[in-house]
Each structure stands twice: as structure tokens, then as C-alpha cells.
């Protein structure tokens, strides 16, 4: 059986940096699916019915418009996504920490 090849040790510089970032993109989004069904506990119904009760709720209505904002084209940009993955990360911290308050 042939040997994988690394195609990784084959690119130039400007490719494997390219390559990492979109592995690093690839990872922040599976970390933000993470956060999203930790804090969208929240049915997206009571998202656009009413005012937020509570921090958690709040925290969801956000995230919701985040991931909206994220697969615009404009969001596509490394700024922004990584931005975007901040943003996420705070609000993720700002519900957990409600949480552990209630």
C-alpha cells in the first residue's frame, strides 16, 4: 500500500500559511457549534416574539444574529470571522457565568 502523501510539505510558504488559516477558521467553527448549542437553549421562536427575560436570552438572540452575519459573503473576510469567533467567545462566557449565578 502506498504512503500518504503530506501535500502540506509540498507547498510553498504562502500555501501553507493559506492551508493553516483554514484549518484554524475550520476549528473556530466547530468550537462556535459548541458554544451555539450550549447557550441556544432558547427556541429560536421566543428569539423574535418578545424582548430577552434574561442574559442567557439575550446571549441567544445575539449568537443567532452573529451566525446570520456569518454566512453573509462580506463576513467571509479572516478580520471578521476572527471577530466573529471573539464575539462568540463572550457571549459564550457572559451565559455560562449567568448560569452558574441562577
Known amino acids: 500500500m502506498d504512503k500518504p502523501i503530506n501535500l502540506d510539505e509540498r507547498r510553498g510558504v504562502t500555501a501553507r500559511l493559506a492551508s493553516q488559516a ?26 423574535v416574539t418578545g424582548a430577552a427575560k ?20 462580506e463576513a467571509q473576510e479572516t478580520h471578521l470571522r476572527i471577530f466573529i469567533g471573539q464575539a462568540r467567545d463572550d457571549l459564550a462566557r457572559l451565559c455560562d457565568n449567568a448560569k452558574e449565578q441562577e
Open 54 to 73: 434574561s442574559l442567557p436570552e439575550a446571549a441567544a438572540t445575539a449568537l443567532h444574529l452573529l451566525d446570520l452575519f456569518a454566512a453573509t459573503p
Open 22 to 47: 483554514r484549518r484554524e477558521l475550520l476549528s473556530e467553527f466547530q468550537a462556535d457549534q459548541s458554544v451555539r448549542q450550549r447557550c441556544l437553549n432558547v427556541p429560536e421562536k421566543l428569539l
